[in-house]
């Protein structure tokens, strides 16, 4: 360890007074019984590492230091775990100029005590991957999570025991500026929807009037952290996935990689693995007109409402049925008079104040041609301040 900590063991009490004048000479204290590593906080590591210490009955002095070590001394705590009632911390004090502290530690009798000591530690973190292999048919896939250690704390660990909030945990060693990946979670057979997701607000919503006809609709794989996936034990951490297919040739096709965020027990995650022309989104607005205007003594509309239109046709020219994630954006205050696919009443969900989100299921095309929806969206806005549009013209 290259933080050095030594113990003094003052066996008569009147030696305190010439303690207090000058540092005593100190020697090693015995090497660690236990190390672990604990990354359940993403923005700090904490270490917990056991000792025997060797007491004397009467006063005993033990000397901390960390020179060269990114040790947050404000969280340096120990902690007596064999004779708490016979043993006690009476204080700490921190050296003046020097990484150290040294605690004052009072013993009924003469032990060989078990403490811990637990303190933050900067500059060692850890990043949370992911590597996913779809089926052929895309109905499921192999989830394998590995942890990346990196440490650059100054401090050399031989042994330890690593924790993460879930997944197994596992003893490793990991020496300063070492970095180490270590595979802590295995999931296989997890089940997956592959989802097309058109956003009105990132794609065009005319695709056929572009010079550029390469532009597709976003594909991802979705899949939900629950029991019925062989998860929801836990959140799963973010970070980076990469994705690939099995060709039925016992090989794999590299499909992409993604970021994903925090997935809570319950909540879905969707992992991006390319673009597809197999789902085209044709969208316009039928009506924009302005209604309830509200004037000033010039006759300037200042305030009004909008009675709004838009239909969208959404075409499926792939063999299979297929799951399109639509998403809509009505800005300030707004009320939905209709919204309805083929004519019949079609529910929405409400991601916030300004976004709608609808899942729609299309059929596999036909020898006739591309399945096709029509859905048909009509709302007022209100309340809406200035001028509009129209009236700038």
Not at 142 to 159: C, I, Q
Not at 379 to 384: F, P
Request: net charge negative; charged share 30%; hydrophobic share 35%.
């Amino acid at each position: 360890m290259k933080a050095k900590t030594i113990l003094t063991s003052m066996l008569i009490l009147a030696a305190v007074a010439s303690v207090a004048q000058a540092r005593t000479k100190l020697v090693a204290l015995p090497e660690r019984d236990a190390t672990i590593i604990r990354l359940d906080n993403p923005n700090a590591t904490l270490i917990e590492e056991e000792r025997i210490l060797t007491l004397q009955q009467g006063l005993n002095q033990v000397d901390f230091s960390w020179n060269a070590v990114s040790i947050d001394a404000d969280s340096i705590r120990l902690t007596v775990l064999d004779h708490p009632e016979q043993v006690k911390l009476l204080n700490v004090s921190y050296p003046p100029g020097e990484p150290a502290l040294v605690w004052e530690i009072a013993s009924d009798g003469d032990y060989a005590e078990t403490v811990r000591i637990s303190y933050l530690l900067r500059n060692i973190d850890r990043l949370v991957t992911y590597k996913a292999i779809a089926d052929k048919e895309e109905t499921q896939l192999d989830l394998k999570s590995y942890l990346v250690l990196r440490n650059f704390s100054g401090e050399d660990f031989d042994m330890a025991r690593v924790l993460l909030d879930y997944g197994d945990s596992f003893e490793q060693g990991i020496a300063h500026e070492e970095t180490k990946q270590m595979l802590f979670l295995k999931a296989p057979n997890v089940p997956i929807t592959k989802v097309w997701t058109w956003d009105s607000a990132s794609l065009p919503w005319d695709p056929e009037l572009l010079e550029n006809q390469n532009i597709g609709v976003p594909v991802s794989y979705r899949i939900l952290n629950d029991n019925d996936s062989g998860l929801g034990e836990f959140a799963l951490h973010g970070g980076k996935a990469r994705l690939f297919q099995d060709d039925g040739s016992e090989s794999t096709i590299f499909l992409g990689e993604d970021n994903t965020s925090l997935v809570p027990v319950g909540q879905k995650t969707e992992l991006y693995i390319g673009d597809s022309r197999d789902i085209v989104v044709t969208q316009r607005k039928m009506k924009d007109d302005v209604i309830n205007r509200t004037r000033n003594d010039r006759q300037q509309t200042i305030l009004y409402d909008t009675d709004e239109e838009i239909t969208a046709k959404i075409e499926n020219f792939k063999d299979k049925p297929a799951t399109l994630t639509m998403i809509q954006h009505i800005p300030g205050q707004w009320e939905m008079k209709k919204c309805t696919i083929d004519g019949k009443n079609f529910e929405y969900t409400k991601k916030d104040a300004f976004t709608l989100e609808f899942e729609i299921e299309l059929p596999a095309r036909t020898d006739d041609g591309p399945a096709v929806k029509n859905l048909e969206m009509r709302y007022n806005r209100i309340n809406v301040r200035g001028t509009p549009a129209q009236d700038r013209r």
